[in-house]
Nanobody
Framework: VQLQASGGGLVQAGGSLRLSCAAS????????LGWFRQAPGKERELIAA????????YYRDSVKGRFTISRDNAMNTVYLQMNDLEPEDTAVYYC??????????????????WGQGTLVTVSS
């Protein structure tokens, strides 16, 4: 599977953005997918993950209730809806996938397919 992320930009605190991750090569419903982010000077962190075949979704505590991961099977695209954004959400956001058959949504080392990052900047 190949991934291409888009949708980043500049938004004021309290605003919303929706990131998209277009997949090709395999149906998104069959793989474990995650959204990561990396803020300046910090390590990359997993913020949301899902494997729809297993009806499993994970959110990092800091984004629970504000971010939602979803999919459009027809478009073979995964989305990350981000609401009530905070300056602390400023980061480069990445979508990633695990190899077909892998179901370790919270195991960061299992994500071996990456899209390019998209920058999200939240101003105060």
């Amino acid at each position: 599977v190949q991934l291409q992320a888009s949708g980043g930009g500049l938004v004021q605190a309290g605003g919303s953005l929706r990131l998209s991750c277009a997949a090709s090569g395999r149906a998104i419903s069959t793989v474990t997918l995650g959204w990561f982010r990396q803020a300046p000077g910090k390590e990359r962190e997993l913020i949301a993950a899902s494997r729809w075949r297993n009806n499993f979704t994970y959110y990092r505590d800091s984004v629970k209730g504000r971010f939602t991961i979803s999919r459009d099977n027809a478009m073979n695209t995964v989305y990350l809806q981000m609401n009530d954004l905070e300056p602390e959400d400023t980061a480069v956001y990445y979508c990633a996938a695990q190899s077909y058959g892998s179901f370790n949504p919270t195991n960061v080392s299992k994500y071996n397919i990456w899209g390019q990052g998209t920058l999200v900047t939240v101003s105060s």
